[in-house]
Every structure is written in C-alpha cells, then in structure tokens.
C-alpha cells in the first residue's frame, strides 16, 4: 500500500494565481516526520519543510504554507502568489520514528506556472 | 560548501556492461541513500547505508550493488543483470539513519540510458 498519496500528477496555473498541492499519508506510528521537498529541473530535490507528528500548527515562509491535519492524515502545500520559478515537481515525504531516516515519497506532483 | 557531489551527470551504458555511479558527501553524514527515479513513480530506494562497511537492500536493490569503504562515498554500480537500468539516479545523506526527523540532503542526480 502506497504509505504517501499524492494524487494530482499535474497542475498548470496562471501566474499570481494561487495552487495548493495535496498529500495523504499512512502510518500506525505515533511518532513521525513529514517532509516536501521541491525538484527544478535541474534535477536536485530541495527541502522545504519538515513538520512532526506532534505539531499540527500551520506554518507560513513567504508565499509558502503547509497545512497539516492529522484528523485527514494529510499535509498539504499552498503556493500563494505563484511565480514562474515556482514550476518544479513537487514531493511529500514521510520517516516513521520506528523505522529511522527511511523515506516514503509520494510519487510527486508537476507544477508549471504560465506567464 | 557542504554538499553531495554525483557524478557524471550523463552516462550511456552498452548491453551487458556494468557502470558505477559515484556519490561523495563533505557533510560529514553517516546515512548515504541512493535512489531510482522514473517517470510517474517518485523516487524508489535502492541501497542505503548507515556507517562505513555496512550497507542494506532497499525496495528495488535487485541488478544493483553498493560499497562503503569510506565515510564520504557511496558508489553505486549497475550491473548487466538490471535489464531495465534507463533512469535518473539520486544519491543523499543524512546525519544518522537512526534519527526519522532529519531531512535528507540529495545530489544533482546521475541520467543513465541504455545505447
């Protein structure tokens, strides 16, 4: 079973239009991690957030927000304001404490935003 | 700057022939991973690390193998017998395998094809 769903395989919006990517995951652990990571094309995932299991506050960088709820299992990104250097896959990930630092992926989201 | 070196960025590899991937970290990580990337299916795990001199099998480690001999590299080679090797290949680190909150830090990436 897929432990990371993310379901929109791809998205276009208008610049300046706002985007939010979903992420569902699944796990029996009390204790774990998750994670987005953003990949240009150049090739290299950057990370972006990481949020623990136990902190189900919002958070906001810039134009950038995360929106984690346990009560749907999911972790959801939000572009506000998007640019065209926003274009990028887009990855949910998650590490389960009983595990150690093995990732789960999602199998990523396209974003490609139009001028 | 600290950070993961891949190289090359390129490779073609002939029927039959085994090419190695290499993957050095300044980070002074414990945990090297390398991944598989295609098309639609996010990033798979092929072999992962720990510590120097010991390696485990991830999800798809059939057709490849692994070393580490040193801290700081993490060599992956793909043998004849991965009939399918055409792919983007990441290789990461994290600061210790055992610690499910670190993010992992990734490389630019190796693209291998087939002549």
């Known amino acids: 079973a897929q432990k990371v769903t993310q379901a929109q395989t791809e998205i276009s919006v208008v610049e300046k239009e706002d985007v939010t990517l979903d992420c569902v995951y699944e796990?029996?652990?009390?204790?774990?991690?998750l994670f987005w990571y953003k990949q240009p094309p150049s090739g290299e995932l950057v990370f972006l957030i990481r949020?623990?299991?136990?902190?189900?506050q919002n958070e906001i960088s810039g134009r950038y927000s995360w929106n984690f709820q346990k009560s749907t299992s999911s972790f959801n990104f939000t572009i506000t304001a998007s640019q065209v250097v926003d274009s990028a896959v887009y990855f949910c990930?998650?590490?389960?404490?009983?595990?150690?630092?093995?990732?789960?992926f999602g199998t990523g989201t396209s974003l490609t935003v139009i001028p | 700057d600290g950070g993961i070196t891949q190289s090359p960025k390129y490779l073609f590899r002939k029927e039959g022939q085994n090419v190695t991937l290499s993957c050095e970290q300044n980070?002074?990580?414990?945990?090297m991973y390398w991944y598989r990337q295609d098309p639609g299916q996010g990033l798979r795990l092929i072999y992962y690390?720990?510590?120097?001199?010991?390696?485990q099998k991830g999800d798809i480690a059939e057709g490849y193998s692994v070393s580490r001999e040193k801290k700081e590299s993490f060599p992956l080679t793909v043998t004849s017998a991965q009939k399918n090797p055409t792919a983007f290949y990441l290789c990461?680190?994290?600061?210790?395998?055992?610690?499910?909150?670190?993010?992992?830090?990734f490389g630019d990436g190796t693209r291998l094809s087939i002549l």
């Open positions: 990461a680190s994290s600061p210790r395998q055992s610690l499910s909150n670190q993010p992992q830090h």
């Open positions: 796990t029996r652990d009390t204790t774990y991690y």
């Open positions: 949020r623990n299991s136990f902190d189900e």
């Open positions: 990930a998650l590490s389960e404490a009983t595990v150690g630092n093995q990732f789960y």
């Open positions: 980070l002074n990580h414990d945990a």
């Open positions: 690390s720990q510590i120097v001199n010991d390696f």
